[in-house]
């Protein structure tokens, strides 16, 4: 099946820790984008891709590194100079030519 | 930037109830897009519009583009309880080209 996976779905870390959210697709889609969502709220943009070997910063990626070595993989570390990195983190993936992104399923961060 | 306004911002209605929803900005839009996200889950694309006047359903739901160009709404017949959840509307972002502005988000709750 076609689809954009994360991992894990819940992910529990000590302050002061980095931690790399996974994110996977296989469907063939050239960009990729991270978000944020906080509780009872909508999605900021962390980070995109347009193209393998290269990424941009979107509206909140202060404390947030990716890197794109493969098309479809994009993964997102919160490091520790993150203030506030609990929270749940969305990855989506769009193809060539098009607006709709496709989501997967989220990763639940949160760090104690 | 380009902004989108949802509303209502949250409803509360029975089983069976109708639904009526809508975003606006004050930008053009050229393709309007509507997701579900269902509880601890990923943003679901439920229906994509692509021309002005555009009228377009996926089941009990109909979705349409606002003559203006700066709306869009979204209607949900004979609602059920796995309609819960929050429904986004959005947008490609003009000045970015390959990035969605998304909308605040309607919480819709629906009492069995």
């Known amino acids: 099946d076609g689809g954009i996976t994360q991992s894990p779905k819940y992910l529990f870390r000590k302050e002061g820790q980095n931690v790399t959210l996974s994110c996977e697709q296989n469907?063939?889609?050239?960009?990729m984008y991270w978000y944020r969502q906080d509780p009872g709220q909508g999605l900021r943009l962390i980070y995109y891709?347009?193209?393998?070997?290269?990424?941009q910063k979107g509206d909140i990626a202060e404390g947030y590194s990716v890197s794109r070595e493969k098309k479809e993989s994009f993964p997102l570390t919160v490091t520790s100079a993150q203030k506030n990195p609990t929270a749940f983190y969305l990855c989506?993936?769009?193809?060539?030519?098009?607006?709709?992104?496709?989501f997967g399923p989220g990763t639940r961060l949160t760090v104690t | 930037g380009q902004q989108l306004n949802q509303s209502p911002q949250s409803m509360f209605i029975q089983e069976g109830e109708d639904v009526s929803m809508n975003c606006t900005s004050s930008?053009?839009?050229?393709?309007w897009l509507w997701y579900k996200q269902d509880p601890g889950e990923g943003p679901v694309l439920l229906i994509a519009?692509?021309?002005?006047?555009e009228l377009t359903s996926n089941g009990r739901l109909t979705a349409q583009f606002g003559i203006t160009r700066k709306d869009s709404f979204l209607n949900i017949s004979a609602s059920i309880p796995s309609d819960v959840g929050i429904y986004f509307c959005?947008?490609?972002?003009?000045?970015?080209?390959?990035?969605?502005?998304f909308g605040g988000g309607t919480r819709l709750m629906v009492k069995p």
């Open positions: 989506a993936s769009r193809g060539r030519g098009a607006y709709e992104q496709y």
């Open positions: 469907l063939n889609h050239d960009a």
């Open positions: 891709s347009q193209i393998v070997n290269d990424f």
């Open positions: 930008s053009i839009f050229n393709t």
């Open positions: 519009l692509y021309k002005a006047g």
């Open positions: 959005a947008g490609p972002n003009n000045n970015a080209g390959n990035m969605l502005t």
